[in-house]
């Protein structure tokens, strides 16, 4: 079902979802805390009327009148000397039974009569007893006992006990629960509105990046995109930059390449063609069949060449390297230049082997053999060492504008040549593993070094 839904919803419907179980949560314990404050609230209030009750000083029938709270309901009974008659009387307000009977009330005044027998005697030791009971109708009822203690006799001591009911702790968790949820629930507004906005900006953000990369194609990969924020939409963003300028270089290279392949195989195609149809109009004689078998040849190492090229693409990095001994590689190439042998100078040490696959090896010592011949003037010089082989000829020294372009797929010279065999090279060492680099040599001369990258 969610991957139905697009990722703003997705967003939405998690990030809500968890508000909600947060929210729950935030409630239960929040009203737990609010019906506790009510009650400290309650007790406090009561043990302060109960303190105030017992202070005062009233002659008989007038304790009814002591206190008058209009948002809590106070009842009250009262142990106290009357100081008319010196001695202990009990007063009671007069709604006291709407809150209690008086099964509870004696009930109450024992566990206060079983708290005074603890007494010490100091004077003027104040204490209290709170808790909490149910009287006929059901309803809870609070209670709080403020007692004074002038002497160890137990029938001289004052106590007054304050009852209410839960009318203002009601109202107040009513009250406090109200303004709670209204400040939740305008918080739980707030953050879905900028759950929402944030995931629409989210997902446009992805939005237009996935657009981007749609229409990159289409663009011939010129168009530029780029989140400019610092998050991982922003990274991906750069990182498909990256790519689109990699890609763009590449089909413009496959561009170049094209026409350089177009130019490469049409010259000697026409050669052939021209020559073939001069024998055929008896023009030329059987004498051109020469430079027709060359130009056949010339063609066919072209051709050679360039599947040489497109088999590195299906080179396969799970297949294990293998170690091939470079020495009988570099014999077997020389045997095939033997025409050229005069200017070949070999230096190889027996034994050397370089990780990769026979095949590919011999085709990059060829190609490099094929660039010296075509620039050496009168000496080329193979040495092979343990993870170092170096390609020497006479020519003339490398521009340094062309030092880096010379490994590039048709890439043309400062003597105007092109073509793919230092490109095969290039891909094919990197591909082993190794390091292939080019450098002018002094007095006169160039050489080709391939190396292992470990090597120091």
């Known amino acids: 079902m969610m991957k139905k839904l697009s990722i703003s919803s997705q967003l939405f419907i998690i990030f809500f979802s968890i508000l909600l179980v947060a929210g729950f949560a935030f409630t239960i314990v929040a009203l737990s805390m609010i019906n506790y404050t009510a009650e400290t609230q309650v007790y406090s209030r009561m043990s302060t009327y109960a303190n105030v009750i017992n202070s005062s000083r009233y002659g008989p029938g007038e304790q009814e009148r002591a206190v008058n709270f209009d948002d809590m309901e106070i009842e009250y009974v009262i142990n106290r000397n009357n100081m008319f008659q010196n001695d202990m009387q009990q ?26 027998s603890s007494v010490t005697g100091q004077k003027d030791n104040i204490f209290g007893v709170q808790g909490k009971t149910l009287n006929y109708a059901n309803s809870t009822v609070y209670y709080v006992c403020r007692i004074k203690a002038y002497t160890t006799d137990i029938s001289q001591i004052e106590y007054a006990i304050t009852f209410t009911n839960s009318t203002y702790s009601s109202n107040l968790v009513n009250s406090l629960s109200a303004q709670l949820l209204s400040i939740f629930f305008g918080l739980l507004f707030l953050a879905i509105a900028l759950i929402f906005l944030w995931s629409r900006h989210f997902t446009k953000r992805i ?54 392949l177009s130019h490469d195989f049409k010259t000697p195609i026409a050669v052939i063609k021209s020559y073939a149809e001069a024998i055929e109009d008896g023009v030329e004689s059987t004498e051109a069949l020469k430079l027709i078998i060359e130009q056949a040849d010339l063609l066919k190492n072209k051709v050679v060449k360039l599947l040489q090229y497109n088999s590195l693409e299906y080179l396969d990095h799970s297949k294990e390297l293998e170690d091939v001994d470079m020495s009988e590689v570099i014999n077997e190439v020389y045997v095939t230049y033997k025409h050229q042998s005069e200017i070949i100078k070999l230096d190889v040490e027996e ?45 003339e020294p490398i521009d340094e504008k062309f030092s880096n372009s010379i490994f590039k797929p048709y890439e043309k010279g400062s003597n105007g040549q092109f ?38």
């Open 91 to 116: 007063f009671k307000s007069f709604d006291l039974n709407k809150m209690i009977n008086d099964e509870d009330l004696n009930r109450i005044i024992a566990e206060i009569n079983e708290k005074l």
């Open 207 to 260: 939005s237009n990046l996935q657009n981007h990369i749609l229409s990159l194609p289409k663009n011939k990969y010129e168009k530029v995109y780029i989140d400019d924020s610092t998050d991982e939409i922003g990274q991906l963003s750069r990182s498909v930059e990256t790519m689109r300028k990699e890609i763009s270089q590449i089909e413009f290279t496959k561009q170049e390449m094209l026409q350089n």
């Open 351 to 395: 034994g050397v082997t370089f990780k990769g696959y026979r095949e590919n090896w011999s085709i990059v010592v060829s190609n490099i053999l094929d660039n010296a011949i075509r620039f050496a003037k009168s000496e080329i010089k193979i040495v092979l060492r343990q993870g170092r082989l170096r390609i020497y000829n006479d020519g």
């Open 419 to 456: 073509g793919l065999g230092m490109s095969i090279v290039m891909k094919t060492v990197d591909f082993f593993g190794m390091d292939l680099r080019v450098q002018n040599e002094s007095p006169v001369g160039v050489s080709f070094i391939i190396e292992s990258k470990n090597r120091n």
